[in-house]
């Protein structure tokens, strides 16, 4: 089985960056995801890390450490559309792919 | 390209019913999964299906149960209704299995009385 935490929520100002961190515990470990929802809306994915390191992709970065069970979401030149949920998954290994998700972490972006 | 589509996008049904809840997929998309979403509980996995056959399953009860047709369609059933079954159904597709990056549909919104 698999146990993720994020915090509940989080607050920044527009324009600044904010990092938004997930631990978790897995038996067997095959890529951690992050996603977008906003209020009402389907998720949508942002970024997949099977590798340690830094993947970058515009705004959004996502950094993983595996032997530390560790990831951040980093959001650099926050916009109020940035208000959003923010869920961690983990895969894990084996026969079959599991996700399980972490319970997201709400941010909210002020002026 | 057209995105992940849901029908219907809002049920009612009543304790004890069964209910099948459609998805299509992303043209060119072959893997479709179903998700659960609830406040209590969060995201959860319900299975996936890849080419017509079900590829991995969550943990939730056999009255949960699903197909995939040859054009990538799918259909979820939840059968002898619960009032704890009331949630937002989540479909998401993606061109391959084992759950890359997946596309989700706007969801069914169940609610069981």
């Known amino acids: 089985g698999q146990n993720i935490d994020q915090p509940t929520e989080m607050t920044a100002t527009e324009g600044a960056i904010v990092q938004i961190n997930c631990t978790y515990q897995?038996?067997?470990?095959?890529?951690l995801f992050w996603y977008q929802q906003h209020a009402g809306e389907a998720p949508t994915f942002l970024s997949y890390?099977?590798?340690?390191g830094l993947e970058e992709k515009g705004r959004f970065s996502s950094f993983l450490s595996r032997s530390k069970g560790y990831s951040y979401l980093l959001l650099k030149e926050l916009q109020m559309k940035d208000s959003a949920s923010y869920l961690c998954?983990?895969?894990?290994?084996?026969?079959?792919?599991?996700?399980?998700f972490g319970r997201g972490t709400s941010l909210i972006v002020h002026p | 390209k057209a995105g992940v589509t849901q029908t219907p996008r809002y049920l009612i049904k009543t304790r004890g019913q069964q209910v099948t809840l459609s998805c299509s997929p992303i043209s060119g998309h072959r893997s479709v999964s179903w998700y659960q979403q609830t406040p209590g509980q969060g995201l959860q996995f319900l299975f996936e299906?890849?080419?017509?056959?079900q590829r991995n399953k969550g943990n939730f009860p056999g009255r949960f149960s699903g197909r995939q047709f040859s054009n990538s369609r799918s259909e979820m059933n939840v059968s002898t209704l619960e009032l704890g079954d009331s949630a937002l159904y989540l479909c998401a597709s993606s061109w391959g299995q084992g759950l890359y990056e997946q596309y989700f549909g706007p969801g069914t919104r169940l609610t069981v009385t």
């Open positions: 897995t038996s067997g470990f095959n890529g």
């Open positions: 299906y890849f080419s017509e056959t």
């Open positions: 998954a983990v895969r894990e290994r084996g026969g079959s792919y599991i996700p399980t």
């Open positions: 890390n099977v590798l340690d």
